[in-house]
């Protein structure tokens, strides 16, 4: 079946590192997106590709890197420099970058910095 | 103002009922607008896209009025299963299919 995978599911960090949380797709969707999602709060746009080897800052880019080496797979690393990076970090793809198309999500990755 | 607003609720309904849900967004020139559903702690899955001459998909009925930039999801006959948070998501301007995603509206169907 197709679809998102993120991983790992659940991923704990100590203060001062980078992490890599994972995103691939099997959909064939042109366009990828991150998303973090805080308690009370709607998802947040951190980064997101329309095509493969492009990538444009979303609206809370700011401590977060990303790649996009590969259609099928769109990476999100959490440096040192996220001030707040405990969240539940959502991965999600559409068809193209049209507007008008809904997004499919993968199934998230809760961080907590320790 | 935010660009996307929801009730947060919750909204306590008994099974059976019929329950709305409202969503006001503030960018005029909005093109494509949804119902995304979120059970707890999981990913937002796409319930229904919404049209501007409103659609409907089972016991659910959603409507759109572009005038008052106004989105309306209505549920009949409500499940237990339905107990969820009801996102509503408007596309963005400017270029890419960036959407906003309201905070939700907390659903909780009872016995």
């Known amino acids: 079946d197709g679809g998102i995978t993120q991983s790992p599911k659940y991923l704990f960090r100590k203060e001062g590192q980078n992490v890599t949380l994972s995103c691939e797709q099997n959909?064939?969707?042109?366009?990828m997106y991150w998303y973090r999602q805080d308690p009370g709060q709607g998802l947040r746009l951190i980064y997101y590709?329309?095509?493969?080897?492009?990538?444009q800052k979303g609206d809370i880019a700011e401590g977060y890197s990303v790649s996009r080496e590969k259609k099928e797979s769109f990476p999100l690393t959490v440096t040192s420099a996220q001030k707040n990076p405990t969240a539940f970090y959502l991965c999600?793809?559409?068809?193209?970058?049209?507007?008008?198309?809904?997004?499919?999500f993968g199934s998230g990755t809760r961080l907590t910095v320790v | 103002r935010k660009e996307v607003e929801q009730d947060p609720g919750p909204f306590n309904v008994p099974e059976g009922a019929t329950v709305a849900f409202n969503c006001t967004y503030s960018?005029?020139?909005?093109?494509?607008f949804f119902w995304y559903r979120q059970d707890c702690r999981k990913e937002p899955k796409l319930l229904m896209s919404?049209?501007?001459s409103g659609n409907e998909d089972g016991r659910f009925t959603a409507q759109l009025n572009r005038a008052s930039q106004y989105i309306s999801l209505l549920i009949r006959d409500s499940k237990l299963s339905d107990s969820a948070t009801y996102l509503c998501?408007?596309?963005?301007?400017?270029?890419?299919?960036?959407?906003?995603f309201g905070t939700g509206t907390q659903l909780k169907v009872e016995l």
């Open positions: 999600a793809s559409s068809d193209s970058w049209v507007t008008g198309n809904g997004y499919t």
């Open positions: 959909l064939n969707h042109d366009a």
């Open positions: 590709s329309q095509i493969v080897n492009d990538f």
């Open positions: 960018n005029s020139a909005s093109q494509s």
């Open positions: 919404v049209y501007s």
């Open positions: 998501v408007v596309s963005r301007t400017g270029g890419g299919n960036k959407l906003t």
